[in-house]
């Protein structure tokens, strides 16, 4: 069984950055889709940001050039990096893991997700 474990959030003021981590673990394989998806009170869950079994990345508009994915196979880890980070930003994040997505052009769809972190608040203040 597939268990993620999430760490990194925290407080930070308008431009500061954050880095959240995800460990996984229950999964032999390297080839799996990691990505981030954020929700804050009273608005759905959206996806952020992720990279995929073949290491392709994606990031939605609104955090591209800001947000980036990274993988470490050795650690089972994989990295959201966050700059410059805006108080729109404030959400809870979950990590996210499927071993069906290979190649990434979109965040895949809740219903391909077959593990959740449990959660981290980051919370950005202006």
């Known amino acids: 069984q597939v268990q993620l474990v999430e760490s990194g959030g925290g407080s930070v003021q308008a431009g500061g950055s954050l880095r959240l981590s995800c460990a996984v673990s229950g999964y032999r394989y390297s080839s799996y889709f990691i990505g981030w998806f954020r929700q804050s009170p009273g608005k759905e869950r959206e996806g952020v940001a992720g990279?995929?079994?073949?290491?392709?990345?994606f990031a939605i508009r609104s955090v591209k050039g800001r947000f980036s994915v990274s993988r470490d196979n050795a650690k089972n880890t994989a990295y959201l990096q966050m700059n410059n980070l805006q108080p729109e930003d404030t959400a809870m994040y979950f990590c996210?893991?499927?071993?069906?997505?290979?190649?990434?052009?979109?965040?895949?769809?809740?219903?391909?997700?077959?593990?959740w972190g449990q959660g981290t608040q980051v919370t950005v203040s202006s």
């Open positions: 990279i995929g079994g073949d290491d392709s990345t």
């Open positions: 996210a893991f499927s071993s069906r997505v290979m190649n990434i052009m979109n965040m895949p769809s809740s219903d391909l997700v077959e593990a």
